[in-house]
């Protein structure tokens, strides 16, 4: 062993020295070296950094540098995240997207272009004027469908979701609001008038009753009762008419 290399190393170093840092890992851990303005310094982590990418071999794993464009990569040649600027496509960062794709600001990436989709009609409302069914011969007529798929950028823009069409239909009188109110109040009154007629009526019967049963009590008590006559017929001696 040099005299500079250490075996009682500490971060997952094997081996190290005082000047350049890991000079190899424990198992499994990844090789990577950092640089400290003009000195680089080994060192030993479980994962490797961001603009890194991990290679394993039977004597060390190493993290080797992803392409320039690229913040995050799973190899070399396939990049899974771009730096600013470029849109990820196929594990490739392009500064624009191939055609027939667009470029997402928000993922980053090139992705299918969207059309905007809508739903079919739906049936004509029934032939209106001013909010009213009636009271018209000329009116208007409307159906609307829904936006079932939004476009994206570069995609197709919505059509329109409602359409109007003149109607005709044959002319009807509307019921006059304040005439119809004042019919349902008449109608109201004069059924609790009716009401309050039967009631004082079946009063009126009750008390009629009432009266003529209590005149019946009081005529029974001021009348003597009548005292039963005798039957002269069975005080007489029967008279025996054979001799």
Known sequence: VHPNVSQGCQGG????????????????LFFVLERIGMKQIGVCLSSCPSGYYGTRYPDINKCAKCKADCDTCFTRNFCTKCKSGFYLYSGKCLEKCPDGLEASNHTMECTSIVHCEAS??????P????????GFK?????RVREIVQH???????CPATSESRKCIVQRKRCQKEGKGKKNREEKRKKSNKDESKETRQESK????????REQRENN?????????????????????TAH
């Open 13 to 28: 170093c094997a081996t190290c020295s005082d000047y350049n840092g890991c000079l190899s890992c424990k198992p499994r």
């Open 120 to 125: 079919e009609w739906s049936p004509w409302s």
């Open 205 to 212: 019967g009750r008390a009629a009753r009432r009266q003529n």
């Open 220 to 240: 029974n008590k001021t009348q003597p009762k009548k005292r039963k006559a005798p039957n002269k017929e069975q005080d007489l001696a029967p008279v025996d």
């Open 127 to 134: 032939c209106t004027k001013k909010g009213k069914t009636c």
């Open 138 to 142: 000329r009116g208007t007529e409307v």
């Open 151 to 157: 476009p994206s950028a570069k995609g197709n823009p």
